[in-house]
Protein backbone atom coordinates (compact mmCIF):
# COMPACT_ATOMS: atom_id res chain seq x y z
CA UNK A 1 0.00 0.00 0.00
CA UNK A 2 2.54 2.55 1.38
CA UNK A 3 4.81 1.39 -1.70
CA UNK A 4 2.08 2.18 -4.24
CA UNK A 5 1.09 5.81 -2.91
CA UNK A 6 5.31 6.60 -2.96
CA UNK A 7 5.42 5.62 -6.63
CA UNK A 8 1.82 7.13 -7.24
CA UNK A 9 2.94 10.82 -5.94
CA UNK A 10 6.34 10.41 -8.10
CA UNK A 11 3.95 10.41 -10.69
CA UNK A 12 1.72 13.13 -9.55
CA UNK A 13 4.50 15.00 -7.91
CA UNK A 14 6.08 16.87 -11.00
CA UNK A 15 2.85 18.39 -11.91
CA UNK A 16 1.74 19.44 -8.31
CA UNK A 17 5.58 21.26 -7.83
CA UNK A 18 5.41 22.78 -11.45
CA UNK A 19 1.87 24.46 -11.03
CA UNK A 20 2.72 27.41 -9.44
CA UNK A 21 5.12 28.49 -12.28
CA UNK A 22 3.06 26.91 -15.12
CA UNK A 23 -0.21 29.24 -13.60
CA UNK A 24 1.83 32.32 -12.84
CA UNK A 25 3.50 32.02 -16.57
CA UNK A 26 0.30 31.51 -18.19
CA UNK A 27 -1.42 34.53 -16.36
CA UNK A 28 1.72 37.10 -17.03
CA UNK A 29 3.12 35.73 -20.32
CA UNK A 30 1.01 33.41 -22.37
CA UNK A 31 -2.82 35.50 -21.58
CA UNK A 32 -0.69 38.99 -21.73
CA UNK A 33 0.59 37.70 -25.33
CA UNK A 34 -2.43 36.31 -26.57
CA UNK A 35 -4.54 39.60 -25.06
CA UNK A 36 -2.02 41.79 -27.31
CA UNK A 37 -2.39 39.71 -30.44
CA UNK A 38 -6.27 40.09 -29.95
CA UNK A 39 -6.59 44.08 -29.32
CA UNK A 40 -3.89 44.87 -32.30
CA UNK A 41 -7.15 43.35 -34.47
CA UNK A 42 -9.88 45.46 -33.21
CA UNK A 43 -11.08 48.88 -32.70
CA UNK A 44 -13.28 51.18 -31.49
CA UNK A 45 -16.26 52.11 -33.64
CA UNK A 46 -18.32 55.18 -32.51
CA UNK A 47 -21.72 55.85 -33.72
CA UNK A 48 -23.37 59.02 -33.69
CA UNK A 49 -21.98 61.99 -31.96
CA UNK A 50 -20.00 59.07 -29.55
CA UNK A 51 -22.19 60.28 -26.70
CA UNK A 52 -24.03 58.06 -24.07
CA UNK A 53 -23.58 54.60 -22.98
CA UNK A 54 -23.04 52.08 -26.41
CA UNK A 55 -22.28 54.25 -28.64
CA UNK A 56 -19.02 53.50 -28.54
CA UNK A 57 -18.31 49.62 -29.51
CA UNK A 58 -15.34 47.56 -29.80
CA UNK A 59 -15.63 45.88 -33.55
CA UNK A 60 -12.93 43.72 -35.59
CA UNK A 61 -11.03 45.60 -37.40
CA UNK A 62 -8.49 43.17 -39.08
CA UNK A 63 -5.09 44.02 -40.02
CA UNK A 64 -5.95 48.15 -39.96
CA UNK A 65 -3.79 48.67 -36.71
CA UNK A 66 -0.86 47.19 -38.65
CA UNK A 67 -0.98 48.97 -41.28
CA UNK A 68 -1.13 52.21 -39.53
CA UNK A 69 1.64 51.08 -37.52
CA UNK A 70 3.87 49.92 -40.20
CA UNK A 71 3.16 53.53 -41.80
CA UNK A 72 3.95 55.71 -39.25
CA UNK A 73 6.37 57.68 -39.31
CA UNK A 74 7.06 58.47 -36.09
CA UNK A 75 7.44 54.90 -34.95
CA UNK A 76 9.55 54.20 -38.23
CA UNK A 77 11.47 56.96 -36.92
CA UNK A 78 11.83 55.50 -33.52
CA UNK A 79 13.26 51.93 -35.22
CA UNK A 80 15.45 53.86 -37.31
CA UNK A 81 16.69 55.65 -34.49
CA UNK A 82 17.46 52.36 -31.96
CA UNK A 83 18.75 50.38 -34.71
CA UNK A 84 21.92 53.56 -35.07
CA UNK A 85 21.32 53.22 -31.02
CA UNK A 86 22.68 49.99 -30.99
CA UNK A 87 24.99 49.35 -33.58
CA UNK A 88 26.74 52.01 -30.71
CA UNK A 89 25.86 50.50 -27.49
CA UNK A 90 26.31 46.40 -28.26
CA UNK A 91 29.38 46.68 -30.02
CA UNK A 92 31.26 49.32 -28.07
CA UNK A 93 29.52 47.45 -24.65
CA UNK A 94 30.63 44.05 -25.31
CA UNK A 95 33.76 44.87 -27.16
CA UNK A 96 35.01 46.99 -23.65
CA UNK A 97 33.37 43.79 -21.65
CA UNK A 98 35.74 41.57 -23.69
CA UNK A 99 38.50 43.84 -23.31
CA UNK A 100 38.45 44.25 -19.17
CA UNK A 101 37.49 40.71 -19.20
CA UNK A 102 40.85 39.68 -20.49
CA UNK A 103 42.83 42.19 -19.00
CA UNK A 104 41.84 41.14 -15.91
CA UNK A 105 42.72 37.44 -16.47
CA UNK A 106 45.52 38.26 -17.84
CA UNK A 107 47.01 38.18 -14.09
CA UNK A 108 49.66 40.92 -14.82
CA UNK A 109 47.82 43.65 -13.94
CA UNK A 110 48.15 45.32 -10.63
CA UNK A 111 44.87 46.57 -8.77
CA UNK A 112 42.45 43.89 -10.66
CA UNK A 113 40.51 43.67 -7.42
CA UNK A 114 39.97 47.60 -7.13
CA UNK A 115 39.04 47.75 -11.25
CA UNK A 116 37.06 44.50 -11.21
CA UNK A 117 34.36 45.83 -8.54
CA UNK A 118 34.80 49.08 -9.80
CA UNK A 119 33.88 48.31 -13.45
CA UNK A 120 30.72 46.05 -11.86
CA UNK A 121 29.38 48.47 -9.48
CA UNK A 122 27.27 50.23 -12.20
CA UNK A 123 25.20 47.16 -12.24
CA UNK A 124 24.60 47.64 -9.11
CA UNK A 125 22.93 51.08 -9.66
CA UNK A 126 19.58 50.88 -11.54
CA UNK A 127 19.42 51.91 -14.95
CA UNK A 128 16.68 55.62 -14.57
CA UNK A 129 19.23 56.36 -11.24
CA UNK A 130 22.33 55.54 -14.07
CA UNK A 131 20.04 57.91 -16.19
CA UNK A 132 19.15 60.65 -13.45
CA UNK A 133 23.47 61.02 -12.80
CA UNK A 134 24.62 61.24 -16.00
CA UNK A 135 21.59 63.61 -17.09
CA UNK A 136 22.99 65.84 -14.20
CA UNK A 137 26.25 65.39 -15.70
CA UNK A 138 25.32 66.45 -19.06
CA UNK A 139 23.65 69.41 -17.83
CA UNK A 140 26.02 72.38 -18.63
CA UNK A 141 25.28 74.12 -15.46
CA UNK A 142 26.17 71.29 -13.05
CA UNK A 143 28.87 69.20 -14.93
CA UNK A 144 32.74 69.05 -13.79
CA UNK A 145 33.06 68.91 -17.99
CA UNK A 146 32.83 72.09 -18.49
CA UNK A 147 35.69 73.97 -19.05
CA UNK A 148 37.22 70.76 -20.76
CA UNK A 149 34.25 70.08 -23.50
CA UNK A 150 33.57 74.16 -24.47
CA UNK A 151 30.49 74.37 -25.92
CA UNK A 152 29.85 71.10 -26.60
CA UNK A 153 26.21 70.25 -25.59
CA UNK A 154 25.68 66.41 -24.41
CA UNK A 155 21.74 66.90 -24.87
CA UNK A 156 22.05 68.43 -28.75
CA UNK A 157 20.01 67.48 -30.94
CA UNK A 158 22.87 65.63 -33.08
CA UNK A 159 24.61 64.32 -29.70
CA UNK A 160 21.76 63.17 -28.06
CA UNK A 161 21.41 59.41 -29.10
CA UNK A 162 25.72 59.01 -28.09
CA UNK A 163 24.70 60.65 -25.15
CA UNK A 164 22.06 57.62 -23.94
CA UNK A 165 24.32 55.28 -25.70
CA UNK A 166 26.77 56.06 -23.04
CA UNK A 167 24.57 55.64 -19.76
CA UNK A 168 23.68 52.19 -21.58
CA UNK A 169 27.44 51.44 -22.15
CA UNK A 170 28.28 52.50 -18.64
CA UNK A 171 25.46 50.68 -17.15
CA UNK A 172 26.00 47.30 -18.91
CA UNK A 173 30.09 46.55 -19.38
CA UNK A 174 30.23 45.50 -15.79
CA UNK A 175 27.86 42.80 -15.97
CA UNK A 176 28.99 41.36 -19.31
CA UNK A 177 32.85 41.72 -18.29
CA UNK A 178 31.41 39.12 -15.49
CA UNK A 179 30.31 37.12 -17.58
CA UNK A 180 33.22 36.62 -19.90
CA UNK A 181 35.47 36.91 -17.08
CA UNK A 182 33.40 33.67 -15.06
CA UNK A 183 34.22 32.11 -18.54
CA UNK A 184 37.78 32.84 -18.68
CA UNK A 185 38.03 31.27 -15.48
CA UNK A 186 36.61 28.11 -15.96
CA UNK A 187 39.61 27.81 -18.91
CA UNK A 188 42.48 25.02 -17.68
CA UNK A 189 45.66 27.09 -17.10
CA UNK A 190 47.17 24.57 -18.87
CA UNK A 191 46.04 25.40 -21.96
CA UNK A 192 48.58 28.34 -22.47
CA UNK A 193 51.58 26.72 -21.49
CA UNK A 194 52.20 25.00 -24.21
CA UNK A 195 51.28 27.52 -26.38
CA UNK A 196 53.60 30.43 -24.15
CA UNK A 197 56.52 27.36 -25.00
CA UNK A 198 56.11 27.68 -28.67
CA UNK A 199 56.87 31.35 -27.49
CA UNK A 200 53.02 33.03 -28.43
CA UNK A 201 52.70 35.93 -27.24
CA UNK A 202 50.22 37.52 -24.45
CA UNK A 203 48.01 38.79 -27.67
CA UNK A 204 48.60 35.69 -29.53
CA UNK A 205 47.29 33.48 -26.37
CA UNK A 206 44.13 36.01 -26.24
CA UNK A 207 42.86 36.13 -30.07
CA UNK A 208 43.60 32.49 -30.41
CA UNK A 209 43.06 30.27 -27.18
CA UNK A 210 41.11 32.69 -24.89
CA UNK A 211 38.93 34.16 -27.13
CA UNK A 212 37.27 31.62 -29.26
CA UNK A 213 36.92 29.29 -26.45
CA UNK A 214 34.91 32.03 -24.26
CA UNK A 215 32.79 32.85 -28.12
CA UNK A 216 29.32 31.05 -26.56
CA UNK A 217 29.40 32.98 -23.17
CA UNK A 218 30.36 36.49 -26.18
CA UNK A 219 27.13 35.31 -28.07
CA UNK A 220 24.61 35.31 -25.39
CA UNK A 221 25.64 38.40 -23.67
CA UNK A 222 25.29 39.59 -27.59
CA UNK A 223 21.54 37.88 -27.83
CA UNK A 224 20.51 39.56 -24.35
CA UNK A 225 22.25 42.91 -25.15
CA UNK A 226 20.46 43.14 -28.76
CA UNK A 227 17.07 42.02 -27.04
CA UNK A 228 17.51 44.80 -23.97
CA UNK A 229 18.61 47.36 -26.59
CA UNK A 230 15.82 47.17 -28.30
CA UNK A 231 13.63 48.04 -25.72
CA UNK A 232 15.31 50.56 -24.43
CA UNK A 233 12.66 52.86 -22.64
CA UNK A 234 14.05 53.89 -19.16
CA UNK A 235 17.27 55.80 -20.03
CA UNK A 236 15.79 58.03 -22.85
CA UNK A 237 12.54 58.59 -20.06
CA UNK A 238 14.98 59.49 -17.40
CA UNK A 239 16.93 61.57 -19.04
CA UNK A 240 13.72 63.72 -20.68
CA UNK A 241 12.85 66.03 -17.92
CA UNK A 242 16.41 67.43 -18.32
CA UNK A 243 16.36 67.46 -22.54
CA UNK A 244 13.73 68.49 -24.52
CA UNK A 245 15.25 67.13 -27.23
CA UNK A 246 14.29 64.44 -26.69
CA UNK A 247 10.41 63.50 -27.81
CA UNK A 248 8.11 61.03 -26.04
CA UNK A 249 8.56 58.37 -29.00
CA UNK A 250 11.86 58.69 -28.67
CA UNK A 251 12.23 54.75 -28.61
CA UNK A 252 9.99 52.42 -29.96
CA UNK A 253 8.46 51.65 -26.74
CA UNK A 254 8.08 54.88 -25.32
CA UNK A 255 6.27 55.31 -28.67
CA UNK A 256 4.37 52.37 -27.72
CA UNK A 257 3.73 53.78 -24.16
CA UNK A 258 2.68 57.01 -25.19
CA UNK A 259 0.19 55.86 -27.49
CA UNK A 260 -1.64 53.03 -24.95
CA UNK A 261 -1.82 55.53 -22.04
CA UNK A 262 -1.46 59.28 -23.41
CA UNK A 263 -3.55 58.80 -26.49
CA UNK A 264 -5.73 56.05 -25.35
CA UNK A 265 -5.02 54.00 -28.76
CA UNK A 266 -4.57 50.42 -26.85
CA UNK A 267 -5.40 48.84 -30.57
CA UNK A 268 -2.65 50.93 -31.91
CA UNK A 269 -0.14 50.41 -29.49
CA UNK A 270 -0.96 46.88 -28.90
CA UNK A 271 -0.21 46.30 -32.95
CA UNK A 272 2.92 48.10 -32.76
CA UNK A 273 3.99 45.84 -29.53
CA UNK A 274 3.39 42.57 -31.90
CA UNK A 275 5.05 44.30 -34.86
CA UNK A 276 8.42 45.43 -32.35
CA UNK A 277 8.48 41.69 -30.62
CA UNK A 278 8.57 40.37 -34.01
CA UNK A 279 11.24 42.52 -35.37
CA UNK A 280 12.84 41.31 -31.78
CA UNK A 281 12.51 38.14 -32.32
CA UNK A 282 13.64 37.89 -35.77
CA UNK A 283 17.05 39.61 -35.00
CA UNK A 284 18.10 38.04 -32.11
CA UNK A 285 17.32 34.85 -33.44
CA UNK A 286 18.73 35.51 -36.56
CA UNK A 287 21.99 36.87 -34.78
CA UNK A 288 22.32 33.39 -33.63
CA UNK A 289 21.69 31.81 -36.45
CA UNK A 290 24.25 33.79 -38.06
CA UNK A 291 27.05 33.59 -34.91
CA UNK A 292 25.69 30.45 -33.66
CA UNK A 293 26.71 27.47 -35.69
CA UNK A 294 30.52 29.08 -35.37
CA UNK A 295 29.90 29.80 -31.63
CA UNK A 296 29.04 26.19 -30.66
CA UNK A 297 30.55 23.96 -32.94
CA UNK A 298 27.51 22.58 -34.41
CA UNK A 299 26.55 21.30 -30.61
CA UNK A 300 23.30 23.46 -30.97
CA UNK B 1 41.82 28.62 -3.72
CA UNK B 2 43.58 26.29 -6.65
CA UNK B 3 43.38 29.03 -9.57
CA UNK B 4 44.37 31.59 -6.82
CA UNK B 5 47.14 29.76 -5.87
CA UNK B 6 47.89 28.81 -9.54
CA UNK B 7 47.96 32.71 -10.44
CA UNK B 8 50.64 33.26 -7.80
CA UNK B 9 52.99 31.13 -8.77
CA UNK B 10 52.38 31.99 -12.47
CA UNK B 11 52.63 35.66 -11.81
CA UNK B 12 55.81 34.87 -9.96
CA UNK B 13 57.69 33.53 -12.88
CA UNK B 14 56.42 35.74 -15.44
CA UNK B 15 56.66 39.24 -14.04
CA UNK B 16 60.24 40.13 -15.57
CA UNK B 17 59.74 39.59 -19.05
CA UNK B 18 55.87 40.60 -19.86
CA UNK B 19 55.87 43.78 -17.05
CA UNK B 20 55.81 46.87 -19.66
CA UNK B 21 52.47 45.04 -20.94
CA UNK B 22 51.32 44.59 -17.66
CA UNK B 23 51.98 48.47 -16.93
CA UNK B 24 49.41 49.10 -19.66
CA UNK B 25 46.97 46.80 -18.83
CA UNK B 26 46.61 48.02 -15.66
CA UNK B 27 46.43 51.84 -16.85
CA UNK B 28 43.60 50.56 -19.23
CA UNK B 29 41.88 48.60 -16.06
CA UNK B 30 42.01 51.70 -13.92
CA UNK B 31 40.85 54.20 -17.13
CA UNK B 32 37.59 51.96 -17.43
CA UNK B 33 37.52 52.11 -13.24
CA UNK B 34 37.63 55.79 -13.03
CA UNK B 35 35.02 55.96 -15.88
CA UNK B 36 32.86 54.23 -13.99
CA UNK B 37 33.19 55.69 -10.98
CA UNK B 38 33.06 59.42 -12.20
CA UNK B 39 29.11 59.21 -11.88
CA UNK B 40 29.38 57.98 -8.49
CA UNK B 41 31.99 60.79 -7.43
CA UNK B 42 29.71 63.30 -8.76
CA UNK B 43 26.87 62.12 -6.83
CA UNK B 44 29.10 61.73 -3.23
CA UNK B 45 30.51 65.41 -3.79
CA UNK B 46 26.89 67.06 -5.47
CA UNK B 47 24.94 65.29 -2.25
CA UNK B 48 27.15 67.60 -0.25
CA UNK B 49 25.78 70.48 -1.52
CA UNK B 50 22.57 72.97 -1.01
CA UNK B 51 20.99 73.60 -4.53
CA UNK B 52 22.43 77.09 -4.14
CA UNK B 53 25.71 75.36 -3.90
CA UNK B 54 24.98 73.06 -6.70
CA UNK B 55 24.94 75.90 -9.42
CA UNK B 56 27.30 78.10 -8.51
CA UNK B 57 30.44 76.11 -6.95
CA UNK B 58 32.67 74.72 -8.33
CA UNK B 59 31.76 70.14 -9.32
CA UNK B 60 34.48 68.80 -8.01
CA UNK B 61 34.58 70.66 -4.40
CA UNK B 62 32.19 69.23 -1.70
CA UNK B 63 30.76 71.17 0.63
CA UNK B 64 28.82 71.05 3.89
CA UNK B 65 25.45 70.84 3.16
CA UNK B 66 24.94 66.99 3.53
CA UNK B 67 23.32 66.76 6.39
CA UNK B 68 20.33 69.58 5.66
CA UNK B 69 19.91 67.59 2.43
CA UNK B 70 19.59 64.24 4.23
CA UNK B 71 17.13 66.19 6.92
CA UNK B 72 14.99 67.59 4.00
CA UNK B 73 14.95 64.88 2.01
CA UNK B 74 13.50 62.96 5.21
CA UNK B 75 10.81 65.38 5.79
CA UNK B 76 9.71 65.66 2.21
CA UNK B 77 6.42 64.82 2.37
CA UNK B 78 6.67 63.48 5.65
CA UNK B 79 9.31 60.74 5.31
CA UNK B 80 7.89 59.78 1.67
CA UNK B 81 11.57 59.11 0.36
CA UNK B 82 11.79 56.32 3.04
CA UNK B 83 8.32 55.13 2.11
CA UNK B 84 9.76 54.77 -1.31
CA UNK B 85 12.55 52.75 -0.12
CA UNK B 86 11.05 50.12 2.15
CA UNK B 87 8.58 49.66 -0.75
CA UNK B 88 11.60 49.11 -3.10
CA UNK B 89 12.92 46.65 -0.55
CA UNK B 90 9.15 45.27 -0.89
CA UNK B 91 8.90 44.29 -4.34
CA UNK B 92 12.28 43.67 -5.00
CA UNK B 93 13.29 41.51 -1.92
CA UNK B 94 10.09 40.26 -1.28
CA UNK B 95 9.47 39.33 -5.28
CA UNK B 96 13.28 37.92 -5.65
CA UNK B 97 12.34 35.69 -2.56
CA UNK B 98 9.43 34.33 -4.16
CA UNK B 99 10.80 33.99 -7.51
CA UNK B 100 14.18 32.09 -5.67
CA UNK B 101 11.76 29.61 -4.66
CA UNK B 102 9.65 29.14 -7.36
CA UNK B 103 12.06 28.56 -9.74
CA UNK B 104 14.27 26.16 -7.17
CA UNK B 105 11.28 24.09 -7.10
CA UNK B 106 9.89 24.48 -11.01
CA UNK B 107 13.74 23.53 -11.96
CA UNK B 108 14.31 21.15 -9.31
CA UNK B 109 11.36 19.31 -11.01
CA UNK B 110 12.60 19.90 -14.50
CA UNK B 111 15.39 18.62 -13.85
CA UNK B 112 14.70 15.31 -11.80
CA UNK B 113 11.97 13.94 -13.48
CA UNK B 114 10.64 12.09 -15.85
CA UNK B 115 6.70 12.95 -16.67
CA UNK B 116 4.69 14.13 -19.55
CA UNK B 117 4.49 17.39 -21.28
CA UNK B 118 8.29 18.17 -20.05
CA UNK B 119 10.19 19.59 -22.55
CA UNK B 120 6.68 21.30 -24.12
CA UNK B 121 7.04 22.79 -20.55
CA UNK B 122 10.39 23.79 -20.50
CA UNK B 123 10.54 25.09 -24.40
CA UNK B 124 7.78 27.63 -23.84
CA UNK B 125 9.40 29.51 -20.67
CA UNK B 126 13.11 29.41 -22.73
CA UNK B 127 11.02 31.13 -25.01
CA UNK B 128 9.64 33.43 -22.88
CA UNK B 129 13.24 34.74 -21.98
CA UNK B 130 13.55 35.91 -25.06
CA UNK B 131 9.87 37.40 -25.48
CA UNK B 132 10.16 41.87 -25.64
CA UNK B 133 8.73 42.83 -22.48
CA UNK B 134 7.17 45.27 -24.81
CA UNK B 135 4.72 42.37 -25.04
CA UNK B 136 3.61 42.13 -21.99
CA UNK B 137 3.19 45.40 -19.77
CA UNK B 138 0.76 46.98 -21.89
CA UNK B 139 -1.87 43.89 -21.48
CA UNK B 140 -0.50 42.61 -18.11
CA UNK B 141 -1.85 46.17 -16.93
CA UNK B 142 -5.18 46.11 -18.63
CA UNK B 143 -6.05 42.38 -17.20
CA UNK B 144 -5.09 43.34 -14.03
CA UNK B 145 -7.21 46.39 -14.60
CA UNK B 146 -10.41 44.07 -14.92
CA UNK B 147 -9.91 42.08 -11.81
CA UNK B 148 -9.08 45.27 -9.83
CA UNK B 149 -5.66 44.61 -9.09
CA UNK B 150 -4.09 48.07 -10.17
CA UNK B 151 -2.57 50.24 -8.21
CA UNK B 152 -1.76 47.62 -5.58
CA UNK B 153 1.59 46.42 -4.15
CA UNK B 154 0.15 43.45 -5.70
CA UNK B 155 0.33 44.88 -9.26
CA UNK B 156 4.17 45.10 -8.87
CA UNK B 157 4.98 41.80 -7.03
CA UNK B 158 2.90 39.51 -8.89
CA UNK B 159 4.66 39.41 -12.45
CA UNK B 160 8.04 39.80 -11.14
CA UNK B 161 7.55 36.09 -9.21
CA UNK B 162 7.80 34.07 -12.62
CA UNK B 163 11.21 34.16 -14.15
CA UNK B 164 11.84 31.95 -16.80
CA UNK B 165 15.56 32.62 -16.83
CA UNK B 166 15.74 31.96 -13.29
CA UNK B 167 14.24 28.54 -13.76
CA UNK B 168 16.23 27.90 -16.57
CA UNK B 169 19.19 28.43 -14.21
CA UNK B 170 17.49 26.76 -11.32
CA UNK B 171 17.21 23.87 -13.09
CA UNK B 172 21.23 23.54 -14.64
CA UNK B 173 22.00 23.86 -11.34
CA UNK B 174 20.04 21.07 -9.48
CA UNK B 175 21.07 18.61 -12.53
CA UNK B 176 24.55 19.27 -11.33
CA UNK B 177 24.38 19.47 -7.50
CA UNK B 178 21.39 17.70 -6.09
CA UNK B 179 22.51 13.35 -7.13
CA UNK B 180 20.10 11.27 -8.38
CA UNK B 181 21.48 8.66 -5.21
CA UNK B 182 20.59 11.01 -2.76
CA UNK B 183 17.02 11.40 -3.88
CA UNK B 184 16.45 7.91 -4.00
CA UNK B 185 17.93 6.87 -0.40
CA UNK B 186 15.50 9.60 0.65
CA UNK B 187 12.43 7.95 -1.17
CA UNK B 188 13.72 4.26 0.34
CA UNK B 189 13.79 6.38 3.73
CA UNK B 190 9.90 6.58 3.16
CA UNK B 191 10.20 10.53 2.62
CA UNK B 192 7.43 11.84 0.78
CA UNK B 193 8.32 14.23 -2.44
CA UNK B 194 7.47 17.31 -0.78
CA UNK B 195 10.01 16.39 2.27
CA UNK B 196 12.66 15.89 -0.52
CA UNK B 197 12.35 18.67 -1.74
CA UNK B 198 12.66 20.92 1.37
CA UNK B 199 14.80 18.74 3.59
CA UNK B 200 17.41 17.79 0.70
CA UNK B 201 17.39 19.47 -2.82
CA UNK B 202 16.13 22.50 -1.80
CA UNK B 203 19.70 22.87 0.93
CA UNK B 204 21.95 21.76 -1.71
CA UNK B 205 20.46 24.12 -4.36
CA UNK B 206 21.19 26.90 -1.94
CA UNK B 207 24.27 28.68 -3.56
CA UNK B 208 22.38 28.59 -7.02
CA UNK B 209 19.57 30.07 -5.58
CA UNK B 210 21.08 32.66 -3.94
CA UNK B 211 22.35 33.44 -8.13
CA UNK B 212 18.85 33.62 -8.48
CA UNK B 213 17.62 35.84 -6.38
CA UNK B 214 20.24 38.42 -6.59
CA UNK B 215 19.41 37.99 -10.88
CA UNK B 216 16.04 38.50 -9.79
CA UNK B 217 16.59 41.30 -7.21
CA UNK B 218 18.11 43.39 -9.98
CA UNK B 219 15.81 42.85 -12.65
CA UNK B 220 12.37 43.85 -10.11
CA UNK B 221 14.79 47.10 -9.07
CA UNK B 222 15.86 48.04 -12.45
CA UNK B 223 12.21 47.28 -13.77
CA UNK B 224 11.23 51.24 -14.11
CA UNK B 225 7.83 50.79 -16.77
CA UNK B 226 5.97 48.35 -14.40
CA UNK B 227 5.42 50.20 -11.41
CA UNK B 228 5.04 52.97 -13.62
CA UNK B 229 2.62 51.81 -15.65
CA UNK B 230 0.76 49.92 -12.45
CA UNK B 231 0.85 52.24 -9.70
CA UNK B 232 -0.84 55.95 -9.48
CA UNK B 233 -0.62 56.41 -5.76
CA UNK B 234 3.01 57.55 -4.77
CA UNK B 235 2.78 56.03 -1.40
CA UNK B 236 3.39 52.33 -3.28
CA UNK B 237 6.16 53.59 -5.35
CA UNK B 238 9.39 52.28 -5.56
CA UNK B 239 12.42 54.60 -5.21
CA UNK B 240 13.12 54.40 -9.02
CA UNK B 241 9.85 55.94 -10.14
CA UNK B 242 9.51 57.82 -7.00
CA UNK B 243 12.84 59.90 -7.97
CA UNK B 244 11.86 60.00 -11.60
CA UNK B 245 8.67 61.96 -10.31
CA UNK B 246 10.22 63.79 -8.16
CA UNK B 247 12.30 65.41 -11.10
CA UNK B 248 9.46 66.03 -13.17
CA UNK B 249 8.59 68.35 -10.47
CA UNK B 250 12.26 69.94 -10.73
CA UNK B 251 11.86 71.36 -14.03
CA UNK B 252 9.94 73.61 -12.41
CA UNK B 253 11.18 74.09 -8.58
CA UNK B 254 15.35 73.50 -8.88
CA UNK B 255 15.15 73.32 -5.21
CA UNK B 256 14.25 69.89 -5.67
CA UNK B 257 17.21 69.15 -7.80
CA UNK B 258 20.00 68.74 -4.75
CA UNK B 259 16.88 66.37 -3.19
CA UNK B 260 16.84 64.11 -6.24
CA UNK B 261 20.71 63.49 -6.02
CA UNK B 262 20.69 63.06 -2.44
CA UNK B 263 18.12 60.19 -2.96
CA UNK B 264 19.90 58.84 -5.66
CA UNK B 265 23.19 58.60 -3.77
CA UNK B 266 21.14 56.86 -0.61
CA UNK B 267 19.09 54.52 -3.14
CA UNK B 268 22.23 52.62 -4.31
CA UNK B 269 23.84 51.90 -0.98
CA UNK B 270 22.07 49.17 0.17
CA UNK B 271 22.21 47.60 -3.22
CA UNK B 272 26.30 48.01 -3.22
CA UNK B 273 26.10 46.75 0.12
CA UNK B 274 24.74 43.54 -0.77
CA UNK B 275 26.74 42.99 -3.90
CA UNK B 276 29.93 43.79 -2.24
CA UNK B 277 28.98 40.97 0.05
CA UNK B 278 26.98 38.23 -2.32
CA UNK B 279 30.34 39.07 -4.90
CA UNK B 280 31.48 35.47 -5.24
CA UNK B 281 27.97 34.53 -6.27
CA UNK B 282 28.02 36.51 -9.25
CA UNK B 283 30.56 33.83 -10.82
CA UNK B 284 27.82 33.08 -13.68
CA UNK B 285 28.55 31.62 -16.74
CA UNK B 286 25.05 32.52 -19.06
CA UNK B 287 25.63 30.46 -22.10
CA UNK B 288 25.72 26.86 -19.62
CA UNK B 289 23.90 28.51 -16.80
CA UNK B 290 26.65 26.84 -14.89
CA UNK B 291 27.15 28.84 -11.08
CA UNK B 292 30.90 28.81 -10.10
CA UNK B 293 30.79 29.53 -6.35
Redesign the interface.
Known sequence: MAQSARAGGRRTAPYAFLAPAIVLFVIFCVVPIGYSAYLSLRKVQVKGLGLGLGSRTEVFAGLDNYRTALSDDELLSGVVRILGYGLIVVPVMLGLALLFALLLDSAQVRLSRFSRIAIFLPYAVPTVIASLLWGFLYLPTLSPFQGILGDFDPFAPSTVLYSIANVAIWGGTGFNMMVMYTALRAIPREMYEAARIDGCSELGIALRIKIPLIIPSVVMTGVFAIISTLQVVSEPMALRPLSNTISSSWSPLMKVYTDAFARNDLYGAAASSVVLAAATLILSFGFLRVVGPRAFGGES | MT?LT??AV??HK??PR??P??GM??A???L?????????L??VI?STKNTGE??NTS??VPSGSLWSNLTRLSSYRDGLYWKWMANTALYAGGGALLSAM??G??G???AK?Q?RG?NL?FN??LA?V???????A???Y??LSKVGLTGTYWSVL??S??S?YG?YLARIYAAAAVSDSVIEAA?ID?A???QI?RRVAMPMMAPGLVTVFLFQF?AI??N??LPF?MLGDDQKYPV??G??TM??Q??NQPAQ?SL??TG?LL??FP??A???SL?RY???????GAV?G
Open positions: TLDRTATRRIGSTILLGAFYMLLPVWVALFTLLSLSYTLFFKIAMGLMPQIMLIPQLLLPIIPIRGSELVVWNFLITVLYLLGAYVISSVLILFLQWRVDLSSK
